[in-house]
């Protein structure tokens, strides 16, 4: 077997819900499950996400499940495992951690969003925590973030952090954002786009942004020509995969590109990939982002923020779903 062979596009096209009834991470409404990352680690998988309350401001949470039923959840008795600081750049909300493995120090680290004050729009920015191996218990490192705003296509954001580890290098695609100008505010109040950066393993606070920021505005296609965002990537045999949401003008929904060096972008024929779901009773009708894929035993999974209600600004009632690729 050749192991540089690349996944096939086809092997992302088709996802099915297994979380249809109901969503693998819920809060009762006006407060969201939102923002979820899994990591597997044994036999477990590990899913950490936030919980939005209703003055929107955001906690981490912790939750697991076995392997062989991913959607069998258990809840972290310790949760809130994360609260905002006292008065750093995530004095108002933490939110959108996204765990990893570093081989270089034996130790898991995760990336996430943090805003700062009331006042809006607020700032979304990056930060950084170390665990040794108990998904419930994290530590702050510094008290600045690692990603900063900066640029013009990043006045307002430079978070909604995911990474994939090659070699000594850690790569990250982030969403920037920057005000909406007039013309287009009735659209989107604002203008994503997808970012990219690296540390090195033996340093991951020493984040260094693309000079070519920002690296992917879309496909060039009608289904993301408005925005794209919550870019989740991958790493493949020979590519780096990004499942990311992309915006019509009206509704988010999920497509995927591959790239070998991040300049590069290479659409999925088959985008968008996983879309609203179509019962109008359903919790996941109205737009859907932060698809992340994971792989179990050579099954990929996406887990997935699904959206029910007027939109992710206002609102809304938003919970975590879990789907799973169809066999090729």
Same mark, same amino acid.
């Given at each position: ?60 949470? #912790?939750?697991? /499940? $076995?392997?062989?039923? %991913?959607?069998? &959840?258990?809840?972290?008795?310790? @949760? *809130?495992?994360?609260?905002? +600081? ?12 996204f ?46 973030p ?26 990250m ?22 970012? #990219?950066?690296? /540390? $090195?393993?033996?340093? %991951?606070?020493? &984040?260094?942004?693309?000079?070519? @920021? *920002?690296?992917?505005?879309? +496909? ?29 003008g ?9 790239t ?8 999925n024929?088959h ?58």
């Amino acid at each position: 077997m050749n192991t540089d062979t690349p996944i096939p596009f086809a092997a992302f096209a088709h996802f099915e819900r297994l979380t249809a009834e109901k969503p693998l991470l819920y809060c009762e409404p006006p407060a969201w499950a939102a923002a979820s990352h899994a990591i597997v680690v044994d036999d477990t998988v590990h899913y950490l996400w936030a919980k939005k309350g209703g003055d929107g401001s955001w906690v981490h949470m #912790h939750s697991s /499940a $076995p392997v062989a039923d %991913p959607t069998a &959840v258990t809840h972290d008795q310790r @949760n *809130p495992i994360l609260l905002p +600081s006292a008065d750093g750049f995530d004095n108002h909300g933490v939110e959108y951690p996204f765990p990893f493995w570093n081989p270089a120090d034996q130790r898991y680290y995760a990336y996430y969003l943090g805003t700062q004050g009331k006042d809006k729009p607020r700032r979304k920015q990056t930060g950084l925590l170390v665990s040794d191996g108990d998904f419930g218990a994290w530590t702050r490192i510094g008290n600045a973030p690692v990603v900063a705003v900066g640029g013009i296509h990043e006045q307002h954001g430079s978070s909604h952090p995911s990474v994939a580890v090659s070699g000594d290098v850690i790569h990250m695609v982030y969403t920037g954002e920057s005000p909406a100008p007039p013309a287009r505010r009735d659209i989107l109040y604002n203008v994503p786009t997808i970012c #990219h950066a690296t /540390a $090195p393993t033996s340093n %991951p606070a020493q &984040v260094a942004k693309n000079p070519a @920021n *920002p690296v992917f505005c879309g +496909s060039g296609q009608a289904w993301d020509h408005y925005g794209v965002r919550e870019a989740e990537i991958f790493k493949g045999p020979s590519y780096f995969h990004l499942f990311y949401g992309g915006y019509d003008g009206k509704i988010w929904t999920i497509g995927h590109v591959r790239t070998r060096d991040f300049r590069t972008f290479e659409p999925n024929p088959h985008n968008p990939i996983f879309t609203p779901a179509t019962d109008a009773n359903a919790w996941d009708r109205d737009g859907l982002l932060t698809p992340q894929v994971f792989a179990i035993d050579g099954t990929y999974y996406m887990i997935y923020a699904g959206l029910r209600g007027s939109g992710w600004n206002r609102v809304s009632a938003v919970g975590t779903g879990l789907a799973v690729a169809k066999p090729l």
